[in-house]
């Protein structure tokens, strides 16, 4: 069980990324022994439901579904994961380890008086997502998870096509010690503002957007704590004691995505007891931003299913 405490609303400038009209809080919660920043919306005696932010964002990434979701009945927790933002950055690889990521949601789900929620993910986000599905699947009532590939499917891949290790040769680079810090660094984080426009449709990104991003890269400790993930997911490979998804899964694909091949989404959805893939044609790796409406109308279908 973790602790919670708020922090200030202007601080976090929601006023300006959510509609004024959601009760959206600032919160800092203690768990699994690191403090999260944690935007938490809605009824406390709703459904809960988890938004898990990927790399390079933070909670901003779902900024346009917190409302729909709130008004449709759920209370949503959308946390900064570890290393990202405003929350605490511990040192070390070790730290950030799948499997602790994992954690870090049961105990925030834990944080309100849940035993388990429905939990969303994209990209990185969804690599814990399916990872703590496998190895907690008390704590995920329904899973939805968001060009991110199961880990048994992204292993045999890399294997088996060429063409996805071709795609994957970021991560390889990222392994390196001090040198993606500088890179990622240089020139007002140009190299990870770019990772984001030309990998995604014109004009998905705003210069408001890429200021918030840029503002979150530049705090002390975020590049090392966000590269980590990366460093630490080929030091500690994920191995979970099961790797099929018992919780009904819904799977996410915009098909156009730069770095991960389509045939990933219809092999990460083969590992799910009861699964819906939705594929998207013409929508890049940037889901939650390129079609916001059609995802968040995706994610309620999902959240209703009885």
Not at 21 to 26: H, I, L, P, R, T
Request: one cysteine or more.
């Amino acid at each position: 069980m973790g602790t919670n405490t708020r922090a200030t609303v202007a601080d976090t400038k929601l006023e300006s990324a959510i509609p004024s009209a959601v009760d959206a809080e600032s919160t800092r919660r203690t768990v699994n022994g690191v403090e999260l920043h944690v935007v938490t919306a809605g009824d406390r005696a709703d459904p809960l439901l988890v938004l898990l932010h990927g790399f390079p964002e933070y909670w901003y990434e779902w900024r346009t579904q917190i409302a729909p979701l709130v008004d449709a009945g759920y209370r949503v927790l959308v946390p900064d994961q570890r290393g990202y933002n405003r929350s605490e950055k511990p040192d070390g690889v070790r730290a950030y380890r799948t499997a602790e990521l994992a954690r870090d949601v049961v105990a925030l789900i834990a944080t309100e008086g849940r035993d388990a929620a429905h939990v969303v993910g994209h990209d990185w986000g969804g690599i814990v997502a399916w990872d703590l599905a496998c190895r907690f699947p008390g704590a995920v009532d329904r899973l939805t998870v968001v060009n991110a590939p199961h880990p048994t499917a992204y292993r045999r891949q890399l294997l088996s096509n060429p063409e996805q290790l071709r795609r994957s040769w970021y991560a390889v680079c990222f392994q390196l010690p001090w040198l993606p810090e500088f890179a990622c660094r240089y020139d007002e984080y140009r190299l990870l503002e770019r990772a984001l426009r030309e990998t995604a449709a014109p004009g998905t990104f705003s210069e408001t957007d890429l200021a918030r991003y840029r503002q979150s890269w530049d705090r002390t400790g975020a590049l090392t704590g966000m590269l980590n993930w990366y460093r630490a997911a080929t030091r500690y490979p994920p191995n979970p004691a099961i790797d099929r998804v018992a919780a009904p899964t819904l799977v996410v694909w915009g098909e156009d995505d730069s770095a991960l091949v389509p045939a990933l989404a219809v092999d990460s959805a083969a590992f799910c007891a009861e699964r819906r893939l939705e594929m998207l044609p013409g929508v890049s790796h940037w889901v939650p931003h390129e079609e916001p409406e059609r995802l968040t109308e995706l994610l309620l279908e999902h959240a209703r299913v009885a």
